[in-house]
């Protein structure tokens, strides 16, 4: 191999992958430097939702890629996707449908055509939600990517990446005790175990509080305009419930800790081995507008 040539291995290694334990979204590459930052890329554009409230996809793309390059250490989009897939792997793209606040078509349009482009063969690709236990793809799925929205959650605290593997068992209520502690058991389970290569924590317009089960209310939503790219699905959802702590306490003019509290986040990395949970063990790049940003 030319020593020029970066492989795919290089590529999770310095994104910081190599700080995500075995049993991780991504495969342990490393055994040293288990204690290294997790790298999270926050992106955020004012021109991303118009008035109306609509997705400028051109906007969202851009915003997409250009945190994908920050990601892989200032390499373009396509360089990093050929060190993320490869042309024989089999991709499941986990979004989620929930209807007041799902994961943008926008964006799982542009997931898909980018592992195109990374010569993914379009059969081989699918994007599901809750069906992903019965489709074949994700049966034979050798590689996942997961995108979600962040929003307050009545019984885990929030909803964010951990959660957004729930549909991969067929109990979810096995996970909902004690404010959904165990969440991070979901990435130990055979159809996801060392699979997952991206994170995308959607912050468009994310939820900051709810008031019981499915409760969606505008009120309590904002255009925040970003979204968090990261290996790491622990970190994201840390950086993520912070931006949320933060404006709860700005539009609750107090301290209003998550009701209840978002406890997975932490055990996760404590108990069940998945990621960085600590804030100050987390290497946040921001990128983009700075306005509000929160964090």
């Known amino acids: 191999m030319n020593e020029h040539t970066i492989t795919r291995r290089d590529f999770?290694?310095?994104?910081?992958?190599?700080?995500i334990v075995a049993?991780?979204?991504?495969?342990?590459?490393?055994q040293q430097d288990v204690k290294k930052k997790s790298r999270v890329v926050?992106?955020?554009?004012?021109?991303?939702?118009d008035?109306?409230?609509?997705?400028?996809?051109?906007?969202?793309?851009?915003?997409?890629?250009?945190?994908?390059?920050e990601l892989s250490g200032g390499r373009t989009s396509a360089e990093a996707w050929q060190h993320i897939v490869e042309p024989s792997d089999v991709v499941g793209i986990k979004t989620n449908v929930?209807?007041?606040?799902?994961?943008?078509?926008e964006l799982e349009k542009t997931i898909k055509a980018r592992i195109m482009e990374a010569g993914v063969r379009e059969e081989?690709?699918?994007?599901?939600?809750?069906?992903v236990l019965s489709n074949p793809v994700f049966e034979k799925a050798t590689i996942l990517i997961n995108a979600r929205p962040m929003r307050a959650h009545h019984w885990s605290g929030v909803g964010g990446l951990l959660k957004n593997y729930i549909m991969f068992t067929p109990n979810p209520p096995d996970y909902h005790p004690d404010s959904c502690v165990d969440l991070g058991a979901l990435w130990n389970l055979p159809a996801v175990k060392g699979k997952t290569r991206l994170n995308v924590l959607v912050m468009l317009t994310p939820q900051f509080h709810c008031l019981g089960p499915h409760h969606f209310d505008k009120?309590?939503?904002?255009?925040?305009?970003g979204m968090l790219v990261g290996t790491d699905p622990v970190a994201l959802d840390a950086v993520g419930l912070k931006i949320i702590e933060t404006k709860r306490r700005l539009y609750f003019k107090e301290d209003s800790p998550m009701r209840p509290p978002a406890k997975h986040i932490r055990a996760a990395e404590e108990?069940?081995?998945?990621?960085?949970?600590?804030?100050?063990?987390?290497?946040?790049?921001?990128?983009?507008?700075k306005d509000q940003i929160l964090i």
């Open 51 to 69: 008035g109306e409230g609509n997705i400028n996809p051109e906007v969202l793309d851009r915003m997409f890629d250009d945190a994908l390059g």
């Open 124 to 131: 081989n690709i699918a994007i599901d939600d809750r069906g």
């Open 219 to 225: 009120e309590f939503t904002w255009q925040y305009k």
């Open 42 to 49: 926050l992106i955020r554009h004012e021109g991303v939702i």
């Open 271 to 289: 108990k069940h081995g998945i990621g960085v949970a600590d804030l100050d063990r987390i290497d946040l790049r921001r990128l983009g507008w």
């Open 98 to 105: 929930w209807r007041y606040l799902r994961t943008p078509p």
């Open 23 to 30: 049993g991780a979204g991504m495969p342990l590459l490393a």
């Open 12 to 19: 999770l290694r310095r994104t910081g992958a190599a700080a």
